[in-house]
Nanobody
Framework: QVQLVESGGGLVQAGGSLRLSCAASGSIFSIKLMAWYRQAPGKQRELVARITSDENTNYADSVKGRFTISRDNAKNTVYLQMNNLKPEDSAVYYC??????????WGQGTQVTVSS
């Protein structure tokens, strides 16, 4: 099993920055990909960014150039640096881990609110 704990959400004004963290524990050796998703009220959960075990990254078009996903293997932590935040970035952000078996785990989510 894998446990994921997110932190770093909060309230920020448009144009501001936040950094989300996702600390993984448990069977972390079997994680092949980690990602950040978000879900706004009344909307489906959507992929924001993902990073593979060999640090290949992908981003949603809506966040390219503003968000950066990275990982610190020594700390078993994945980060999402969010710059130039917009009100439409407001959502609950979830950390996701996919194992080599194909099973996946989710964190509890952290709220990001961007005021205009």
């Amino acid at each position: 099993q894998v446990q994921l704990v997110e932190s770093g959400g909060g309230l920020v004004q448009a144009g501001g920055s936040l950094r989300l963290s996702c600390a993984a524990s448990g069977s972390i050796f079997s994680i092949k990909l980690m990602a950040w998703y978000r879900q706004a009220p009344g909307k489906q959960r959507e992929l924001v960014a993902r990073i593979t075990s060999d640090e290949n990254t992908n981003y949603a078009d809506s966040v390219k150039g503003r968000f950066t996903i990275s990982r610190d293997n020594a700390k078993n932590t994945v980060y999402l640096q969010m710059n130039n935040l917009k009100p439409e970035d407001s959502a609950v952000y979830y950390c996701n881990a996919i194992l080599s078996s194909g099973y996946q785990y989710w964190g509890q989510g952290t709220q990001v609110t961007v005021s205009s």
